[in-house]
């Protein structure tokens, strides 16, 4: 690693000369004619993916094909909050299996993911809410995961700008707190995943978007893209939203619809919230970012569509729920809104795995939570796609699942959106 020194006068020099010499921290090669695997989609679970081909099964000839730039849809989207307190073991095993890659990714990258264990604080509002916070948390600690429940004064104790009073709409009647969860820098984890890949031999191609499927004889041959035919028998789907047109191209219908999901950031101010807080009831959570900014969200928008924009109706409402839990927070100035694509399945729960085309496999159904899932499901699903069969983690999450009835139920662990 460069020395600190190093990196002073390297920065100075590039800062200076226009960026004439800046390193590039992966390579930007042409699409080869065929590889061994191709991966659709460069954010964050496309890239872990790529990583963990190259690092755990040695398969390095493997490429990612982006439409865009790396992390420009979801990955960049989203409020980056981290947590493991799933209702059911599978996605319980599944989520606490990434939680703990999140514990050495910055070491495992050599790359600051800025994972910042900061505690994520579940809010309810009733008795009834009360008791399935209650009943996920004695799940939780079952399934060895950290979860207390904190009553009315235990919320206000460890989070004093939350509003107390009992008068308000939605009055605060306790919480559930899981003290390892957080938020991580979502850029960083996309590009810590692309330098690892890229180093161990993997091409990562930009701007390259994949218009049509290679079907034969019920095999996948390859892909067609912006930048010419590729060749290849493995192809993994991790598009996010897109990922029902992608698989349509080779005939294959996802059980999933795609919604614009909003976020928006505040302007700049010193440490006020020190955790993370979500309510389900009032479709709202915020954090406050390294830089200052508290960063808000929403419900998805309720209608499906391809807009990373989102309706102002459902912003107004978020805002008004945020400024009635925190009115400490009522005078700030909002900088920024956005929206992201979310691939939300009908039992809210990823689905990853084969699906009836033999060599096309899919990552997707993410929905609105799969920024905290990113390292493992990068880590399961290289698996599956190197070895053809499902990982004990993500052997629940198959496709068929639709028809058998063995549903993953996650609406209410899923958080603010669904
Ligand atoms: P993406 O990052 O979207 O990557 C898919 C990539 O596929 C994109 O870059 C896209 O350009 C590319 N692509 C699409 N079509 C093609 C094509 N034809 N050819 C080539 N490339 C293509 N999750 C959490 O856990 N915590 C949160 O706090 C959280 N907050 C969120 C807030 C918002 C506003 C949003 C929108 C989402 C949030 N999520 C959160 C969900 C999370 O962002 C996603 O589940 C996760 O980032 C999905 O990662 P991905 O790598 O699968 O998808
Ligand atoms: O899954 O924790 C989550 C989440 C928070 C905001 C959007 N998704």
């Not at 960049?76 to 890659?101: C, Q």
Request: glycine share 12%.
């Amino acid at each position: 690693m460069a020395s600190s020194r190093y990196s002073f006068f390297a920065l100075a020099r590039n800062a200076l000369t226009g960026h004439r010499d800046w390193q590039r921290v992966w390579r930007s090669p042409d699409p080869q004619p065929s590889y061994d695997a191709v991966i659709v989609g460069g954010g964050g679970h496309g890239l872990a993916t790529a990583y963990y081909l190259a690092k755990e099964h040695g398969l390095t000839n493997v490429a990612v094909l982006e439409k865009g730039w790396l992390g420009g849809g979801n990955t960049g989207r989203n409020t980056t909050i981290v947590r493991s307190n799933y209702l059911f073991d599978d996605s319980a095993h599944l989520y606490e299996h990434a939680l703990k890659l999140w514990e050495g990714l910055s070491r495992e990258l050599n790359y600051n993911v800025m994972f910042s264990q900061r505690g994520v604080l579940n809010l309810c509002h009733d008795i009834h809410e009360a008791r399935d916070l209650q009943r996920r948390c004695h799940a939780n600690r079952l399934n060895g995961i950290d979860s207390e429940w904190l009553d009315r004064d235990g919320v206000l104790g460890f989070c004093p700008v939350i509003n107390g009073d009992p008068g308000i709409r939605y009055p605060v009647y306790g919480g559930t707190l899981q003290r390892r969860g957080g938020t991580a820098r979502h850029d960083a984890v996309a590009w810590g995943y692309a330098r690892g890949a890229d180093a161990r031999g993997v091409d990562i191609i930009q701007n390259c978007e994949v218009t049509g499927m290679i079907v034969e004889k019920g095999r996948i041959k390859g892909v067609e893209t912006t930048r010419g035919t590729i060749r290849t028998g493995k192809v993994g789907v991790v598009a996010a939203g897109h990922s029902s047109v992608i698989a349509a191209m080779a005939g294959v219908r996802l059980p999933l619809e795609s919604h614009p999901l909003q976020a928006l950031v505040s302007e700049p101010v010193k440490p006020a919230i020190d955790c993370v807080v979500m309510s389900n009831a009032v479709h709202a959570y915020i954090s406050q970012s390294d830089k200052g900014e508290l960063v808000i969200g929403a419900g998805a928008d309720p209608y499906v569509s391809y807009s990373q924009r989102g309706g102002f109706s459902v912003i107004e409402e978020t805002l008004a729920s945020i400024v009635e839990l925190f009115p400490i927070f009522s005078r700030m100035r909002m900088l920024r809104q956005w929206g992201g694509i979310v691939d939300i399945a009908p039992d809210a729960s990823a689905i990853i795995g084969k699906t009836p085309v033999e060599g096309l496999f899919v990552n997707c159904g993410w929905g609105t939570g799969g920024f905290k899932a990113t390292p493992g499901s990068g880590h399961v699903f290289a698996h599956t796609i190197a070895t053809g069969e499902p990982h004990a983690l993500n052997a629940g999450f198959t496709l068929e699942r639709f028809a058998s009835g063995r549903l993953v139920a996650e609406h209410g662990a899923a958080a603010v959106a669904h």
